[in-house]
């Protein structure tokens, strides 16, 4: 037999905070403006332009720092990195290495049927870098610098974690924790959310680790998982041929399967880090430790039992929906006002899912007013909207904001209880289908079906099934006697 090999895996994550302004300065966040917008001499690296530390950069981390089991250290320092790269006007990146501002933590992940933790080494506080843009003209590149300076913090993990799966459980416990906090919204698509991967193999029962690579350009969860499996099947060979594996840094592509090394680890004394002049020792007091544990929100997995708890609600059903804290929200605030929950929950779990991955739209950003959800409910209650309408509606509601009654009004979706219409739409479907009506006397059950949607698609989808099926069954008993 084979040598069996363990993966062992530790990640760095970067997470884009969305405070207003930037971390060593006042220009914007927003993502997605006009390239160079939001610059200013400090974010653009003007020598001589002077940072200043935004304090909600702080708090953000804080609060993360905390909700992790980190210990904080109250005095912490800022520390420049030093690189050059096109991307990084000062020729350095301010960041955290001697002390950053929250170390040696613990995350909690789903393993199995149980829960497993994975260590924190360290939280830090830095600043982000611009964009290269390298495809609009042939021969140059372009800088955009609105993201130069938008604050990140960066989480780094022990070499805890062993598979794909629990990378991406930590990865969706990080999401969540920092949704919930409303400190980030964790975007890998839009790379508000960043991971690393270090990797390693080593043979099981071994008590070292292997040589490790660190991947990056990761910006999806299936990517991360093609790279881990590309990854460990490229060590495991090496090591089987007798070959050593290099430490270095390896830029996965996803669209190639395939992973090519980008250069040879760097260390931290490549970097000749040194306390930044420009900046003083932050120091963080007790009061906001104390402020923001008390301040610390009801999490997914505590939202999800009460869920099943205070509402009935299926295990599945509140994981679901506690998976984005938006869902959440809008769950909690539309049952207060409806008092139904199975069926506010059927709408969030069935349609809301479906519509997203249909539609391609990210569930974190996914909204609706719980007083037109109200609303909506309703009219499907009282019949006023059949199952076909009411997707429609939904729909309206989910992606443009549409109030529910107003946008069933101009759409004409509301069902049609005129029994005058509906019995002259029957007898015209009977009159139009004469064989059909033939076929239904001879015992062919199963034609009433066709006569339903006929009557159905005549009357636009807005009759009520119920009252289509028994007008229909009153005319086909009178043309039979
Ligand atoms: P460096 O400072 O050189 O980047 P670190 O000790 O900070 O190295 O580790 C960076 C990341 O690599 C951490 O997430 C850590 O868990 C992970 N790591 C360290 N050693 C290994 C290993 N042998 N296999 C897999 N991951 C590792
Ligand atoms: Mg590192
Ligand atoms: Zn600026």
Redesign the pocket.
Same mark, same amino acid.
């Given at each position: 037999m084979g040598k069996q090999y363990e993966t #062992?895996? %530790? =990640? !760095?994550v970067h997470i884009e905070l969305s405070t207003k302004t930037k971390i060593f300065c006042g220009c914007a966040t927003t993502f997605g403006k006009g390239a160079n917008t939001q610059i200013c001499p400090v974010c653009a690296g003007m020598p001589g332009a002077l940072p200043v530390l935004n304090r909600q950069v702080v708090r953000y981390a804080l609060a993360m720092g905390l909700a992790l089991n980190c210990h904080v250290n109250q005095l912490c320092k800022f520390d420049r990195k030093n690189y050059f790269y096109p991307d990084n006007p000062q020729n350095y990146q301010i960041s955290q290495l001697y002390l950053p501002i929250c170390q040696d933590g613990y995350l909690e992940i789903p393993a199995g049927a149980g829960t497993k933790k994975v260590r924190i080494?360290e939280l830090h506080m830095e600043e982000d870098a611009g964009k290269l843009i390298h495809d609009e003209w042939a021969d140059c590149s372009l800088a955009d610098f609105n993201r130069s300076g938008v604050p990140l913090i960066e989480i #780094?993990?022990?070499?805890?974690m062993r598979s794909a799966d629990e990378v991406i459980a930590y990865l969706e416990q990080l999401r969540k924790i920092a949704q919930y906090l409303g400190i980030s919204d964790c975007r890998l698509q839009e790379g508000s959310m960043r991971a690393d991967v270090? =990797?390693?193999v080593r043979e099981v029962g071994s008590s070292v680790? %292997?040589?490790?690579t !660190?991947m990056k350009n990761l910006n999806s969860f299936k990517a991360i998982m093609h790279a881990i499996e590309g990854e460990r099947e490229r060590q495991i060979e090496l090591l089987e041929e007798g070959k050593a594996i290099i430490q270095e840094t390896r830029r996965w592509d996803d669209n190639k399967e395939s992973s090519r090394s980008m250069r040879s680890?760097e260390?931290?004394k490549d970097y000749r880090y040194f306390p930044d002049p420009d900046l003083p020792p932050v120091h963080i007091p007790d009061a906001w430790i104390t402020e923001l544990r008390e301040k610390q929100p009801e999490f997914a997995e505590h939202r999800a039992s009460r869920y099943q708890a205070e509402f009935g609600l299926s295990e599945s059903d509140a994981r679901q929906i506690t998976e984005y804290k938006n869902l959440a929200d809008i769950f909690e605030k539309t049952v207060k006002l409806s008092g139904n929950a199975r069926k506010t929950a059927n709408w969030l779990t069935g349609e809301t899912f479906r519509l997203a991955r249909e539609k391609g739209i990210a569930l974190e950003s996914v909204s609706i007013i719980p007083k037109d959800f109200l609303t909506f409910l309703g009219e499907v209650e009282n019949g006023n909207l059949n199952n076909q309408a009411a997707k429609k509606v939904f729909e309206a509601m989910l992606l443009e904001g549409c109030e529910p009654l107003a946008y069933m009004q101009e759409h004409q979706l509301k069902t049609v209880r005129d029994t005058g219409l509906l019995e002259k739409t029957v007898q015209d479907v009977l009159a139009q289908n004469p064989k059909a009506v033939e076929e239904f006397s001879q015992g062919k059950e199963k034609v009433f079906g066709f006569l339903v949607g006929n009557v159905m698609r005549q009357m636009r989808g807005k009759a009520a099934p119920d009252e289509v099926g028994k007008m229909l069954r009153e005319k086909l008993a009178e043309l039979a006697k």
């Open positions: #062992v895996i %530790g =990640l !760095e080494h #780094v993990s022990e070499p805890d270090n =990797l390693s680790f %292997g040589t490790r !660190e680890k260390d931290a």
